[in-house]
């Protein structure tokens, strides 16, 4: 399974950015989807996820400001973020949880991460 991040980039305080992710392969189902961050010096965290049915979770430090989305059908998911701040400057990455129809074995895939820049 082939997970491929899109849409970062260098935005002020304040403005808007939507990262969008698509995965693809022998994927027979993906589970939960969803979006983690790592900032320099720092270990990565959780943004945001959604299962397949919608349920969604999301970090406090975004609540409010971020929103995922998903579309099944086309194995891809987005993010939404608005009022960006400085603090959110990290690298953005996508996360599904697949099972894969060559195999049937259920893992983790992960993209290789979208920058996104926020400056103050």
């Known amino acids: 399974v082939h997970v491929v991040e899109s849409g970062g980039g260098l935005v002020q305080a304040g403005g808007s950015l939507r990262l969008s992710c698509a995965a693809s392969g022998t994927i027979f189902r993906i589970d939960t989807m969803g979006w983690y961050r790592q900032a320099p010096g720092k270990q990565r965290e959780l943004v945001a996820t959604r299962t397949r049915g919608g349920t969604t979770n999301y970090a406090d430090s975004v609540k409010g400001r971020f929103t995922i989305s998903r579309d099944n059908a086309k194995n891809t998911v987005y993010l939404q973020m608005n009022s960006l701040k400085p603090e959110d400057t990290a690298v953005y990455f996508c996360?599904?949880?697949?099972?894969?129809?060559?195999?049937?074995?259920?893992?983790?895939?992960w993209g290789q991460g979208t920058r996104v820049t926020v400056s103050s």
């Open positions: 996360n599904a949880d697949a099972v894969d129809s060559s195999t049937w074995a259920a893992y983790a895939s």
